[in-house]
């Protein structure tokens, strides 16, 4: 079974920056999984922000396209999101998942931008 802990999340000012990490445990094939993150802000349901495949090729939501950047490191079963010019509107809790949302949902990290 395998089991994401995201963190990294936090409160922020509008046109800030915060670093999220989702560390994946219990899974031999991570270097062969397609990683994404997702958001889900109050009353709305959740969305795909950033997707990274195994050759490293990334896609972007229109709306965070040029500000958030997704990496990941195979040796450490970790995916990264780095977020720049933070706006209100990306408050959300952040999880993250395969592409196809195979593994169980993580406890996800909560990023609010407010000034």
């Known amino acids: 079974q395998v089991q994401v802990v995201e963190s990294g999340g936090g409160l922020v000012q509008p046109g800030g920056s915060l670093r999220l990490s989702c560390a994946a445990s219990?899974?031999?094939?991570?270097?062969?999984?397609?990683m994404a993150w997702y958001r889900q802000a109050p009353g709305k349901q959740r969305e795909l922000v950033a997707r990274?495949?195994?050759?490293?090729?990334?896609n972007y939501a229109d709306s965070v396209k040029g500000r958030f950047t997704i990496s990941r490191d195979n040796a450490k079963n970790t995916v990264y999101l780095q977020m720049n010019n933070l706006k209100p509107e990306d408050t959300a809790g952040y999880y993250c998942?395969?592409?196809?949302?195979?593994?169980?949902w993580g406890q996800g990290t909560q990023v609010t931008v407010s000034s």
């Open positions: 219990g899974s031999l094939l991570f270097s062969l999984t397609h």
């Open positions: 998942n395969t592409v196809g949302i195979n593994y169980s």
């Open positions: 990274i495949a195994t050759d490293t090729t990334t």
